[in-house]
Nanobody, 117 residues
Framework: QVQFVESGGGLVQPGGSLRLSCAVA????????LGWYRQSPGNQRELVAA???????IYPESMKGRFTVFRDNAKNTVYLEMNSLEPDDTAVYYC???????????WGQGTQVTVSS
């Protein structure tokens, strides 16, 4: 069973916006805090945003202000709204449980976000 299916990435100009989606298996969606991670070449995977089972968003200090995470419980889907995108936001974006690796679930294929003029 595929547990995380990410979509919505693409090529966007600096200053642009994207909304990413992640369809999550129901047995995971209803139990875990979920998060968006990203990884760019040569860098470790880092947490971008998280959302609790109750819908409370959590952002690392460095990510506050431009990204918004939310969930649709009826669709078992987590979203990441990204605004004012910068070239440094270029990465493959994944969703999974928080903290990293909690539950031991396999990563999805991710979705590529490229910010370039």
């Amino acid at each position: 069973q595929v547990q995380f299916v990410e979509s919505g990435g693409g090529l966007v100009q600096p200053g642009g916006s994207l909304r990413l989606s992640c369809a999550v298996a129901s047995d995971i969606f209803n139990i875990y805090t979920l998060g968006w991670y990203r990884q760019s070449p040569g860098n470790q995977r880092e947490l971008v945003a998280a959302i609790s089972i109750g819908g409370i968003p959590i952002y690392p200090e460095s990510m506050k202000g431009r990204f918004t995470v939310f969930r649709d419980n009826a669709k078992n889907t987590v979203y990441l709204e990204m605004n004012s995108l910068e070239p440094d936001d270029t990465a493959v974006y994944y969703c999974s449980t928080v903290p990293l690796g909690y539950g031991g679930y396999a990563w999805g294929q991710g979705t590529q976000v490229t910010v370039s003029s």
